[in-house]
């Protein structure tokens, strides 16, 4: 799912390239560092070599070591190519860079090598500032005291630096080798990887610090890699709308094509981008967690044992399911929750307002503190020793929020006056969005009734976009021309909105016909 | 003696520009960086602007404070604008730089109001590195010693602040205020200043760390300024050619003027440079420290009682002098030295090998320890209470380095197929050489007897230059041009340059069709 061929990998922007050098002698008296600007620009293929003062100093000692031959690498921003590192000359081809989903929950990093764009090693962990706070704002709040950012800047470089050292370790790498990092996350937690106060994000009229951070040095944050190393962070929109997001539409190709398309990534945000070559409009609105499997009480985040899948046996009318690592079940993720909700609704134990159907569940239906709930998997089945069920309160909220999913869609297509049928793709970011099975998603009207063919998951775009506008120079400028020409939607909530939600609160809709699909198959 | 035409004083690379910003709204939600990057952008007139991580973080607070209303100053260098510092709105016509002649026995800062090139406050003061080793080459094999070069470093970075430090408090400017330095100094001093070490620069075949510095922040080498200010180090021709020559070629203008020109900085080495606008060709060679005063018994530097200029009353005879503040004499200068031994050439004191005539000298001739020396100023009237004598190893000295001078003029000449008559202005360099009087030196021999209008003195022209490459981009890049054009001539002490410099150490030449004027007076 990495590859995309709309941008040239064959472009890159960090570069690593053998450079020999006449020894010097007194008819030819260039001073050392002028010696390897004159030899590396040449080399590199540009007018405009800066060497660093920190590497400066150490240029004689390393030349003379090296007899006038080494390799350098040298990376480019707008003002020209600066030199990163002097390395012995062995393999121009192999240079190293990490790539970053700098997520608000789960960070995921990747070393790859820049000269192919394959990834070496990748490496998933929780973000460490979850235990300051699990939601953002906490986060930013906790910010205002005295160190507070100072602090979780900490905590999320520290942790950085020991994944990346980890993966360095087990490949065998030096962190000199590690010449160039490129981050995608949402605003705040790029402020927060900065080390900038995200003190105004929150607060009307949201103002980040800055929208397109210039490229630093690794050094200048702390990173555990070469301190000479360019750290991109990938542009924001505005304080909603991240560079995460950018990596999204990135990693999509939509910014190439000529249909229109449509980028979801679904989480605790619905985050929403619509558009071609031509034009392209962002929205981000409240979806509720519900969707992450994050609130219902048998949900939780994808994980071995947890439920990903469940059907109804047609002959048993029994709740099948699958788990993942075929472990006992000891919860339900997201894409499971809205398969067993599409299920139940098909075979009638739920009705249109999701409401359950005693008759339909028969003695599957428990009542605890006295709120409904269905027992999905009995205590004997289960994993935790405990019957795992889904409460009414569960599917309300479920439904609140694949409401909010369909209005938001409805909203930002009819912005631009067309209607969700006019959808020619319909790509699904995150690595949740991955498991959704579309057809439930379509039962449950949380997205459109496009043919199933229009749905393309793409798995982890922020990281895949990351990895782009690492290794290609085209990806990185393509990144600031999605910035540039994205119009924010800001969402309303007036009383058209509310009457669109409503709407929509119903599986799969009031209006069926807007469903037929679904319609067909109740049938 | 500042006042150089051919230098666009308009033209400025650091700049303060008033900067104000429209209040972010919810309509216009740009980052307060992005916001400040597009109005100072537009206020210095440029496309391309960066922000220093380290101003980045303060941004949103200091632009709050002002109610994005303020003053920014920026800098140019080859790779566009950079912002420094964000100031109250006051006046951006009161911006402040410091320019230095970094010199080996004496360092002057200038402190500069950038906006208009007037000095505000100048301050001189011994290179504290003097107490490692009055010469270079000592302080070359000093930073051969663990933490040699720190120290030597240190010693020079700590007496400059504590200088600029002193300047600022007494016309009441804070540290922050001081937005650009430019250093103009031989190429082992500026090694020093920028931390590098010269190791290689006194070993064949000669090589300086760099030619041709970058620009780097005051912060990189501690200098106690803005921590974002540019610091310019004009650049070298190679060891033994330094900034402080490109430095005087600026000042002197002589790279723009059509007529051949010299340009001669005396020291211990003696540095010259000829050309024009078409071509300029450089050299240096050893001329002993005796044109500095700093050899005979009765030498020293410029300072309070120290004799700077000499004649002999052609009624009494008597040896006449005129002291620094009229204090009694302790001791002789340079231009006291060369006007002194001028003069008892001319009386026939001495003859035309500089040998003592004994008749001549009468009972002012006296032995020390077997030495021949002239009694200049008896004891009563000394200041030190002792007489002030000169010696025959004195003269003896002050001979070679004027047949040395002479030699290396007529060399540089003869390379270039020129006659010491071809030359149509000799500009003279140093705070030394402004006090020598031609006539004198002319008579020794020392400097070719051209018409006296001929000769120009400049004074520090290291310093002119630096204040010039301080205020002026065109000035800052001229730098550079004239270091590219210089043709750097090696002198090969062979048998023609002995030759030479056995007729030069005659007074003033065994040739004395050389000297017609001199020819002249004693005839």
């Known amino acids: 799912m990495t590859q995309q061929l709309h941008v040239d990998r064959n472009d890159p922007w ?130 205002s005291q005295p160190g507070g950012l100072e602090q979780l800047k900490e905590m999320l470089l520290s942790e950085i630096n020991k994944r990346i050292t980890g993966m360095c370790k087990e490949v065998g790498l030096g962190r000199n080798e590690i010449v160039a990092f490129c981050a995608a996350g949402n605003t705040t937690m790029t402020h927060f990887f900065l080390g900038l106060d995200p003190y105004w994000i929150c607060r009307e009229p949201y103002i980040p610090v800055v929208n397109r951070p210039e490229i630093i040095t690794s050094k200048d944050i702390g990173l555990c890699i070469n301190e000479r190393a360019p750290v991109l962070v990938l542009p924001n929109v505005g304080s909603y709308f991240g560079g995460d997001l950018i990596a999204g539409i990135l990693a999509s190709g939509m910014n190439h094509m000529d249909e229109v398309c449509l980028l979801v990534d679904v989480g605790t945000n619905a985050e929403v981008v619509l558009g071609n070559q031509d034009w392209l409009m962002g929205c981000a609105g409240a979806a509720g967690p519900a969707l992450e499997g994050g609130v219902a009480s048998m949900g939780m985040m994808a994980g071995p044992g947890v439920i990903d899948r469940v059907w109804i046996d047609p002959e048993t009318r029994e709740i099948e399911y699958h788990t993942i690592d075929d472990l006992p079940p000891v919860g339900i993720c997201g894409s499971g929750l809205i398969d067993l909700v599409a299920q139940l609704y098909l075979w009638g134990l739920i009705d249109l307002r999701g409401k359950f159907v005693p008759q339909k569940c028969g003695k599957r239906l428990i009542e605890i503190d006295g709120i409904k709930h269905l027992v999905v998997v009995p205590a004997d089945q289960s994993g935790t020793g405990q019957p795992l069920t889904l409460s009414q309160p569960d599917i309300d909220s479920l439904i609140r929020s694949k409401a909010a999913m369909y209005t938001i869609l409805t909203t930002i297509t009819k912005t631009v006056e067309l209607s969700l049928n006019d959808i020619s793709r319909f790509f699904i970011a995150g690595t949740f969005g991955s498991y959704i099975d579309p057809r439930s998603a379509i039962v449950l009207g949380m997205i459109p009734d496009l043919p199933l063919e229009t749905f393309v998951p793409l798995g982890n775009t922020s990281l895949q976009g990351a990895t782009l506008a690492l290794i290609s120079r085209q990806a990185r400028k393509e990144c600031l021309e999605i910035r540039d020409k994205i119009t924010y939607l800001e969402l309303n909530v007036n009383q058209e909105f509310m009457n669109l939600f409503s709407a929509a609160k119903f599986i799969p809709h009031t209006d069926k016909t807007l469903f037929p699909s679904v319609k067909q198959i109740e049938s």
Chains 1, 2 share one sequence.
């Open 14 to 143: 960090v570069k690593k390239v053998l450079v020999q050098m006449p020894v010097p002698t007194l008819k030819d008296n260039t001073a050392d560092a002028d010696r390897l600007r004159r030899a590396a620009t040449k080399a590199i293929g540009d007018s405009n070599l800066s060497i660093p003062y920190s590497l400066l100093k150490d240029i004689p000692k390393r030349l003379r070591e090296l007899n006038y031959n080494c390799e350098v690498a040298a990376y480019e921003d707008d003002t020209g190519w600066t030199l990163i590192d002097i390395f012995p000359p062995r393999d121009p081809d192999t240079i190293y860079g990490i790539a970053m989903d700098l997520g608000s929950s789960t960070i995921v990093t990747r070393l790859v090598n820049l000269h192919n764009g394959e990834t070496v090693k990748e490496t998933s962990f929780h973000n460490p500032q979850v235990k300051v706070g699990a939601d953002i704002l906490t986060r930013i709040h906790y910010c």
